[in-house]
């Protein structure tokens, strides 16, 4: 028999359908408390990327498509030292990817709306940016030449953990750290003449990570220097805060 769609007939034909479209179907399209954690999430994401660009040696720790160009850039000059901290990034980056992939794993079609695997691996990257606010306080918000190399490698780590946690969600497209899908999608929606309360999710994520951004550079100018770890960690702590609600009030069911 032909199957005009895996979603049509998915009692029957479970096992035709990608494992996203598996998840989708055993959870609400949108939930409002899991929409309002990714987007602080972005603010975490903005905000670090920000301090590794301006203090950790001119790297991101999330945009990896730009550490390629920017790769590219100093290896045409040549700058060495831009390089290696591009490449350290991009290590820390995959790295923590695999960490996340492992301790969030994998969409499944009776996951709840919040999967206890994703509070686990956003713990983890909790962990790893209070050790990177000690490091920090430590230096008095000024990490030397031999300390940045370390830090930078934290912050790619944690990022590439929350990358691949998010991911667990089973939401096509959802991000929190490279969002340039995001803004192509929102611009695509918005020109097909989609109503801007359809992206209005994906708007919050690229605002989220503009305003991350925006914090931790106004802190690194300021006195307030101290206090570029808390715009980094508060999201998270929020975020930490309400998976229980997430996961009890928006539970998922079972695909039948």
Same mark, same amino acid.
């Given at each position: ?56 040696? #001119?790297?991101? @720790?999330?945009?990896? &498509? *730009?550490? /390629?160009?920017?790769?590219?850039? $100093? %290896?045409? =000059? ?94 096509? #497209?959802?991000? @929190?750290?490279?969002? &340039? *899908?995001? /803004?192509?999608?929102?611009?695509? $929606? %918005?020109? =097909? ?64």
């Amino acid at each position: 028999m032909r199957w005009r769609s895996s979603l049509w007939h998915a009692d029957e034909a479970t096992w035709l359908a990608p494992a996203e479209e598996l998840a989708q179907m055993g959870r609400p399209q949108s939930g409002r408390l899991r929409g309002a954690a990714s987007v602080a999430l972005a603010v975490t994401s903005g905000a670090t990327d920000a301090v590794a660009f301006l203090a950790l040696g #001119g790297a991101f @720790t999330s945009v990896m &498509t *730009g550490n /390629l160009v920017l790769l590219g850039i $100093s %290896l045409g =000059r040549p700058d060495l030292r831009l390089a290696e901290q591009i490449v350290l990034a991009v290590i820390g980056y995959i790295v923590g990817c695999a960490v996340g992939a492992r301790l969030a794993g994998s969409a499944c079609p009776d996951d709840p709306e919040w999967p206890p695997a994703v509070t686990r691996a956003l713990a983890v990257e909790t962990a790893l940016f209070g050790a990177f606010a000690i490091a920090w306080w430590s230096l008095a918000g000024h990490p030397d030449l031999v300390a940045q190399p370390a830090l930078l490698g934290v912050c790619a780590l944690a990022l590439g953990i929350q990358s691949s946690a998010v991911r667990r969600f089973g939401v096509s #497209g959802l991000s @929190t750290t490279y969002l &340039t *899908g995001t /803004l192509t999608t929102v611009v695509t $929606s %918005l020109a =097909r003449g989609q109503h801007v309360r359809n992206v209005t999710r994906d708007l919050g994520l690229l605002i989220a990570l503009v305003i991350g951004a925006v914090l931790a550079t106004v802190c690194m100018r300021l006195p307030a220097r101290p206090f570029v770890p808390v715009v980094q960690l508060l999201p998270l702590v929020v975020v930490l805060a309400l998976a229980p609600v997430a996961g009890s009030r928006l539970g998922g069911r079972s695909v039948s």
